[in-house]
Every structure is written in C-alpha cells, then in structure tokens.
C-alpha cells in the first residue's frame, strides 16, 4: 500500500470510529452504512425520501442536456411538485387546517450565496419557481403569503387549484371528527408529511440545493415550517457542502439545523459524521430528546455524503452519472435528555 493510499484508509478508519462511538454512547443506529462515503465527482445529486429518486434523475437530465445547475434543482424538484398523488410536496399536499394547501419553498446558489424563499402561498404549482424567481429578480430573500402570491401572477405563474378533490374529501372528514373549537382554532393533529429537499454538487464543484413542501398536514393557517428557512430546511455553502432538512419543520427551525450541519463539516466532519453529531446535539438541548421526527441529508465540496434521522432513520435518494438509488440513513434513539416540557413540534 503506498504512503497516500495507507494515510487514506487510516483516516476512513478513523471516521468509521468516531461514527461507531457517537453511536454506541448516546444513539443506537437502525441501520448504519458499513463506511463512510467515499469522495467523488459531480455531478451528485441527494435528496430526501424515495420520492426524491425521481427528481435526482430529472436533475441529471437537466445538467446532461446543458441546463445549468440551478435548472437541474429546479427542474427536479418540479417534478415532484407536479405529483398530484404525493401528500406533502406540490398541490398534492394535505391541506392546512381551513381546507387549502399552503406551500413553502426556498433555493439556493453556492456560488455567490445567493437565496430565494417563498412560505405559505397558495394555488401555484411550482412554489420552488417563484423561490428561484424571488432570488434571480428581487433584492430580497423571502416572499410570503400574499406579496408572494402577488409577485407570482406578476411574473406570469398560473393559478391552479387550492386542494385537490382526494385531499378535501380526506380533510371535510378531519374536520367534522374536530371537536368544535374554543378558541385558538382546531388543534392540528400529530404531523403527518413529508418534505423533498435536494442537494446537488456540480461537476464544477459548485454547489446548490432546494427545498419544497407543503408542511405539516392540518397546520394552522399562516404556519410556516423550516423548509423555506435559510439555514433551517436548506443550507447551502460553497466552501463547504450543503445539507436539507425533512421531519417536523418545529423541530428544526429551532436550532438552525442545516447551518449546524454545515459548520460540522467545516470543522471537518464527514457529512454522516456531521449528520450524527448534530442530530445528537439536537437532542441534547431539547426536551424531547431524540422524540423530534426530524431527518437530513448533507454532502460536502468533496462529493461525499449522509443522512441520518431520530428513531428508525429515513430513506433519501443518492445518484450520479454511473447510478440512482435509494439508501436508509442511520436512526438515532435513546431516552429523552433533560426534563420534559413545552409544546413546540408536539
Ligand atoms: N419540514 C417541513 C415542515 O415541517 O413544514
């Protein structure tokens, strides 16, 4: 074995370790990949949740015909958002509590730190558009509600349904099971959806990402979950890598959970190191401990990457040029950690 080659597997050794000791103290993992990610060229694509499979291919698509990296996010998180039948992505979604699907989407642009957001707008298809369209047109970063939904018919999206048939049948039941609200409205029940965030590194080595959802199912109107949040659901820095975020958007907003994933690799974690670590940091500070339904993705500058989730982990979707495929992430439990309190992302 030459000097290199001795030094890489020592240091690959080294990272399976520490992944078995973050483990083995604090966490048990359902399933964890027999070793860490090994680097590779762009373009590499990952993104959360089989459904997310779909939309990789379409990103690789997108870049092998000469669309540009942000084409490729767009272009494959479109897909998923034109699934009709997929509940939590796209208008498709379950509906907010009143009956209507409320999206939030954000995008961003390694090169130059870029960003574009919009959060709870309704009757548009494509919110990962008008997130892309907020970042390339505007000066600003985040569009919501009504000025979002009013910048979107400026800039020529269409209008399409609020709901779809299947999903207000499933929320007229909902709502008549309701108990008939005192005030504050109807209680949304446990969350129920999932998000499709998606990663991307270029051939170039630049790096990208998206995030689209139509969040927590029966939510409260105007409640905004973290998928739009810059450094919540989606993180992108071109120095470093990027991670996204799916799960309870309550559980991750709270602790700026992409940025944390990537400053872990900044201080050199690989991504499933990273992934690890700050689920256990997470769990560490909330009183709930590893009870927060919450899962990411990261990979980093040099194309490797990870997942982990609480309990028993999540599917996301990993491709490139020479495979597609959908792998389980790590799942991280063990008794909550500190006393029990507080509602948020109950
Ligand atoms: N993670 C998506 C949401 O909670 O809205």
Redesign the pocket.
């Known amino acids: 074995m030459s000097t290199t080659s001795r030094r890489e597997f020592l240091a690959q050794a080294a990272s399976v370790t520490v992944v078995a000791r973050a483990l083995t103290h604090s966490a048990t993992a359902a399933d964890v990949p027999p070793v860490l990610s090994q680097p590779q060229p762009g373009p590499l694509v990952v993104s959360t949740w089989p459904f997310g499979k779909p939309s990789n291919e379409q990103a690789l698509k997108i870049l092998k015909e000469g669309g540009s990296p942000l084409d490729a996010v767009e272009q494959g998180i479109r897909l998923t958002e034109s699934d009709l039948g997929n509940p939590s992505v796209g208008l498709g979604g379950i509906p907010n509590s009143e009956g209507i699907v409320q999206l939030?989407a954000c995008i961003m642009s390694g090169p130059g730190h870029r960003a574009g957001s919009v959060a709870a707008v309704t009757g548009f298809q494509h919110p990962i558009s008008i997130a892309r369209r907020v970042m390339e047109t505007t000066r600003h970063v985040m569009l919501v509600g009504e000025g979002a939904m009013r910048f979107a018919s400026e800039h020529g999206f269409e209008k399409g349904p609020e709901v779809t048939e299947g999903q207000r049948e499933a929320w007229k039941k909902w709502k008549a099971e309701q108990p008939k609200p005192t005030t504050g409205g109807a209680r949304p029940p446990a969350?129920n959806?999932d998000?499709l965030a998606l990663i991307l590194l270029a051939p170039d080595g630049n790096i990208y990402g998206g995030c689209s959802?139509s969040?927590?199912g029966y939510k409260l109107p105007g409640r905004v979950?973290?998928?739009p949040i810059i450094g919540g659901?989606l993180y992108v820095d071109n120095e470093v890598g990027a991670a996204g975020?799916?799960?309870?958007?309550?559980n991750?907003m709270r602790f700026c959970g992409t940025f944390l994933f990537v400053e872990l690799m900044r201080q050199g974690r690989h991504p499933q190191e990273a992934c690890i670590e700050a689920i256990q940091r997470i769990a560490k500070l909330d009183p709930k401990g590893f009870d927060l339904s919450i899962n990411f993705i990261a990979l980093d500058k040099q194309g490797r990457y990870g997942a982990a989730g609480t309990g028993s982990g999540f599917q996301y979707a990993v491709a490139s040029n020479t495979y597609s495929r959908v792998e389980q992430s790590p799942g991280l439990t063990a008794a909550p950690i500190g006393p029990v309190g507080g509602n948020q992302g109950k």
């Open positions: 939030d969350p959806h998000t959802t969040g927590w979950g973290d998928s659901g975020a799916t799960g309870i958007g309550e991750v």
